[in-house]
């Protein structure tokens, strides 16, 4: 719908430009118009009407760029306005619609162009030492329960995962009180040997109306910024104690869908019993812990840990979970690719995300920020 009406304003003000062309070269009268148009300005019509053609066809293929066609389209539309002031006044209405989404897109395209910087800045920092293939001998020492889980995924025999990238379909809930899903669309990247990653995420809210965020842990710090049509920010904040640790607490989590993570030397294991055992890692100063629940067919099912709920000083420990309902092998890994993430609080259970896993590629960072 959003597409549709954008659309429509755009080729209605681009094709009513063709009057100008018309009358200056009298293919027809044109009453509407009552100012004379020289040829020279009548070709400007015509131009304009092919740059708002341009745009649209732009917009309808996802041209990244689509906006610039859609700034040059109304620069030039509002000058002839502005020329024709008496009659064409009113076409201002349309520009400044137009201008107010070019002007999103164009701050979309910056926003995606910030944190594609930040994904490649991380790659180019990972070190890639440990290329070898994983082996029986290398997990002997981890829990039983994280030994089957490793098994269970098919990890042995394969490559050690040193990158990877992940792309998600949710349904989230920003507040505890929201009823409404909110349908959500996602990127993760992760370093393995220098534990980091940064998830991008776009929220469609409204027609024209989208929220991106971004969420990462790099250097053992952790960081969250989300803007309003990619241009006002309503979040900004990162590190400090409370957001470092959720941070890092979220990538300890999240090493299930690249196990080989649970050999890092940053991460230590401690058996709780035949099904669960506690991991804690400690990186650069940040530490943090949770509990790895498996089946007894050694399927990850939960993992939990106390995360504190905000970042400010009255932000406490609450218990925040994920649970998995459903895994499946990909690229030779089976990884659970249906989670829900929640936080147990005092008047109920918030679960704010219900994700699903729909690509995963493994140890090509070159191309990750560019797909």
Known sequence: ???????????????????GFVKAFHLAEIKDLTEPVSKPLGLFWFFTFLLFTATIIQYLLKSEFWWLTGFIAILVSQALVIIFWQDAKFGTIPNLIILLIATVAFAGYNFNRYVDQEIDHMFSQAAIKNQQTITADMISQLPMSVQTWIRNSGLIGKENIYAVRLKQQALMKLKAEQENWTDARAQQYYTIEQP?????????????IDIAGRDKFIDGKGE???KILSLIPVVNSGDNEKINTGALQRYLGEIVWFPAAALSPYITWQEID???AEATMTYKGTKGSGIFHFNENGEFIKFSAQRYLGDDENATLKEWIITASESKVIN??????KCEATWKLEDGDWTWLILEINDVEYNHPSI???E
């Open 196 to 208: 980091a990653f940064i998830w991008k995420v776009n929220l469609p809210m409204m027609p024209f």
């Open 224 to 226: 969250m910024l989300i």
């Open 332 to 337: 030779g890994i089976k990884i659970p690719v």
């Open 1 to 19: 719908m959003t597409k549709i009406l954008f659309i429509i304003i755009a080729g209605f003000h681009g094709l009513i430009h063709l009057m």
């Open 274 to 276: 035949d099904l669960s």
């Open 368 to 370: 990750y920020a560019k």
